[in-house]
């Protein structure tokens, strides 16, 4: 079974040294585990195919959709149910205008969510790196960078990584 | 800024910001128990009403709408307290925007959930609110999308649900915060609402676009929110209703309260949570500067709507306009010109009156002088119909008066039992605030915090 070992730090510097010196010590890019209590401001701690999002994508998508709802909703409900609308125009874009805008920044924002919540696996039960007691540490840290490693060496190699980049301490986890 | 907050380590700085979550004193039961008492008061109003009818109510013919319609804007002015100005200060990089940004977004979203609650107390038949609810149902009949009540409808819950998004995902950090530091319950309670949040890069990656991408949408949204409340009145041909500007005039009162409304929670958070190493007398100073600007902006579209119809003297206009400046309302009128700019911009002009304490009164100043304006806007003119023989006076009733102190005691129960529940002060962001600040040189310009990435937005 993987063990993972852990390492606390202070600064985003020390933990983007860890990361670094992991990988240079042989451990797959994808296979180091980074997180965070503040956000982590440089590129270089993502891997690179997840620097790109289609975030926005989905956004226009998403807003796109919700006007050719509000549109339909509006102007086909109202020559499908014959509205009687007092003498005015059964469709009327100054007056539907307004309820398609609202939909339509209701799909952006749907667009928006939707994406976020596909592209960072969330929601999920619990934390996907740390258990508890790991977690209590982390909290009042704010970096940790680790790696899951099933040979023995290896747990070597990460343990000296960690510490020589300056971990304040280093947690192993099952 | 920063002196105090600089010299917080992040142990204290999240002992002091959970601490008044875990904690409970004595004071929180009885302000609760008191709220809750004004709630259960307003609701037993309400359930008389429902149960006798709307003739319990002062409102008539012809003024059909009453305290309950002014409220209603009034609350949904002060809901753009949060999302909007929360929006526009981090899509304008405002370095000093870290600790105001959850107390205004929770504002926003408690405003909404009061301010769209009179509508369907004002309905007398609330039963039936699901007829503004585009569906299809059994009669074949469709809510009429040309009809301002299904406007707002849609813009309000767009906003709402809008703004509610906006509050959730940035505290997503946080709660996962509290999850990883208490145990018991409240572990299991925080690490689900935290969704299994681990603080990866991708994680903070796609929060910070996301942020982006709603704060874009969110202002025109909130504008338009506060528009279509402005046109449910400017569409209707009625004296001093049917103007040009009311949409933006709405807009401008909406941020005059929501600035006025933030900063008292803010003054009344800091004090309680004892938060002056977060809450400081800088972010007092700039916000008091925002609200001067404010006091000006709605001196002027005041003066235009009034100028526009003195100029014109139709007699139909003109009734309305002397009914509120000269005849009954005059008290109001002169008591919102006082209360709006007379008071609060000598206090909020000089420096040495902008404290906390003065920007405190000038607040509560402002959110009176506001409800009084929005009272003036729809008694002034149903008083005053076209038609002479129909002119009339309105004046609420118990009821009406304890159904308003029962929805304002409601407001600042959600707000209360939040700010017991969740880090009012978003944590994240303040650290994030602090080391931008200590990297930057002293007296640079604010960093742009919300660049971490190549091609966040």
Known sequence: ?174 | MGDKAGSLTTNMMHEDLIRPLILTGRRFYLVVAVLGAIVLWGLAAWGYQVRTGMGVAGINSPVFWGVYIATYIFFIGISNAGTLISAMLRLSHAGWRHPVTRCAEAITVFALMVGGMFPLIHLGRVWKFYWLIPYPNERGLWPNFHSPLVWDFMAINTYLLGSFVYLYLPMLPDLALIRDRVAGWRRRFYGLLALGWSGTPVEWHRLEKAISILAVVIIPVAVSMHSVVAWDFSVALKPMWHSTIFAPYFVVGALFSGIAILMVAMVILRRVFHLEAYLEPIHFNNLGLLLLTFCFLWLYFTFAEYLVTWYGHLPDEMAAFRFKVEGPLAPFFWGMVLMNFVIPVPILAMRKTRTVTGCLVASLSILVGMWLERYLIVVGTLSRPRLEFAWGHYAPTWVEISILMGTVAYFILLYVLFSKIFPIISIWEFKQGRRLRAQKPAGDVPVMANEPFPGVM
């Open chain 1, 1 to 174: 079974m993987a063990e993972r070992i852990l390492g606390v730090f202070e600064t985003s510097a020390d933990a983007l040294r860890a990361v670094r010196g992991l990988v240079g010590a042989g451990i797959p890019r994808d296979g180091v585990i980074i997180g965070s209590t503040e956000p982590i401001l440089d590129p270089e701690f993502l891997a690179p195919e997840d620097r790109k999002t289609r975030m926005s994508l989905w956004a226009i998508a998403g807003a796109i959709l919700g006007c050719a709802i509000g549109y339909s909703l509006t102007a086909t409900a109202a020559q499908l149910m014959g509205l009687a609308p007092g003498g005015q125009p059964i469709v009327s874009l100054w007056a539907f205008a307004i309820v398609i805008f609202e939909l339509t920044a209701l799909g952006a924002i749907g667009g928006t969510v939707i994406t976020f919540f596909r592209e960072t696996g969330l929601p999920q039960r619990r934390s996907a790196i740390l258990d508890a007691q790991v977690a209590r540490t982390f909290a009042d840290a704010g970096f940790i960078v680790g790696a899951a490693v099933d040979r023995s060496e290896q747990v070597v190699v990460v343990d000296r990584v960690l510490r020589e980049v300056g971990a304040k301490d280093v947690k192993y986890q099952r």
